[in-house]
């Protein structure tokens, strides 16, 4: 069963940037990073494939944010520029089972997840 841990969390001002890493143990043929906000339901942020890579972002953070994870390695990475207050949430990774104009998963296994707080 795929282990997650995510970490590089904070708080910062908008405009700002934060790196955020997610340790990954496991099988998987794709990951992806989703956030929750208090009162609303968690979503895909960005996914990233590692057979085809396959990408996807959300409308949202497209252009701001950069999903990466070296080849060989067991850490996922999402890049967050230009940060802006609604971009404030519980930051989690995940294995994903498709990225097809979305990004699905039906990963139960979460983890603690690193938080991001934008100030403005």
């Known amino acids: 069963q795929v282990q997650v841990a995510e970490s590089g969390g904070g708080s910062v001002q908008a405009g700002g940037s934060l790196r955020l890493s997610c340790t990954v143990s496991?099988?998987?043929?794709?990951l992806g990073w989703f956030r929750q906000a208090p009162g609303k339901d968690r979503e895909a942020v960005a996914c990233?494939?590692?057979?085809?890579?396959?990408?996807y972002y959300a409308d949202s953070v497209n252009g701001r944010f950069t999903i990466s994870k070296p080849k060989g390695g067991n850490t996922l990475y999402l890049q967050m520029n230009s940060l802006k207050s609604e971009d404030t949430a519980m930051y989690y990774c995940?294995?994903?089972?498709?990225?097809?104009?979305?990004?699905?998963?039906?990963?139960?296994?979460w983890g603690q997840g690193t938080q991001v707080a934008v100030s403005s």
């Open positions: 990233l494939s590692v057979v085809n890579a396959r990408l």
């Open positions: 496991g099988f998987y043929s794709a």
């Open positions: 995940a294995p994903v089972q498709r990225i097809d104009g979305d990004c699905l998963t039906s990963f139960t296994n």
